[in-house]
């Protein structure tokens, strides 16, 4: 069986979960190619999935749902009938409708869902003050991957006809997502940027920037590209860029969600098989 593995993956968590999957799905004699589209070239051209038996698609999750540029690109996909299974990190907040708003968009490029995952991941905002999530995906994460992959198999090549079960849409409608995740890249605080830091001029976060937002001269992003994924600040060797301090968010939101420290560090992932 020739299976693809694609995903995006800012700051690493869903990147760790992919290789976790293809690595078990490996030793069970499968064949796999990953593709990487967190790269804005990456995602110029569509991917032709006619080579593969399968297609696995993983995916954080921005704000309760895939981020819009990974599903503009999900969107030139064209599924021919294959079957895919899906795969999510979080950072321990709300999980859906992630998995169910993916399906239906994999539904409407032709695919055959057949299963979906979570797995905990440290929250991106850990870099802007957050403590959600820590170490993760950790050793006991990357075993149910490999757990899932061996669930997997057999959906994927066929034998096992089942498909994924019911998924939680969610309280919101899709106007009102489209508003919480337009609200997060207007919080100017959110943006990274410089502001007077020691930089080398790499040009790293300009060249490394998946929606071409970062401008590495002025040490600014651009607020009407701009994702927050926060891939710059965790990758620029200088520790040059920096966004606002989310703190007294993230207390705010563990009240109103009723999560404490412990109850986060106690969350595990979970199949939807
Ligand atoms: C813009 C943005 C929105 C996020 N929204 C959520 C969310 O709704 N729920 C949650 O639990 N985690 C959320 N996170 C945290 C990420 O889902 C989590 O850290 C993920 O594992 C990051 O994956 P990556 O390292 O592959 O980029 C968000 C992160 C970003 C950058
Ligand atoms: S990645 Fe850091 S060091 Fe490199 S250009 Fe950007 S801010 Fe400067
Ligand atoms: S500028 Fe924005 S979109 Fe680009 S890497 Fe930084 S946080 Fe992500």
Redesign the pocket.
Known sequence: MKVLICYFS?TGNTGQIAKAIGGRLGQMGAQVDYKDVTPLEARQEPVGVEPYDAVIIGSPIHSMRSPRLYREWLGTLEGQGKRAAMFFTYGGFQVHPAPYDLRRRLEERGFKVVASATFPGAHTYNLAGWQAMGGRPDQQDLGLAAEYAKELYPRLNGQDPAMVGDLNSGPYTEEQLDEFESFRFKMAAM??NRQGEECQMCLL?QE???????DAEKGE?DPS?????????KDCPDQA?KVGDMTPFFQVKMEKDQETAESLRKKRGKLYL
């Not at 490394?208 to 970062?214: E, T």
């Not at 590209?225 to 600040?233: D, P, S, Y």
Request: charged share 5%; aromatic share 0%.
């Open positions: 800012a943006l990274p976060c490394q920037c998946p929606s071409g937002a970062m992003a590209k701009c994702i927050v994924c926060l891939q710059c600040v860029l």
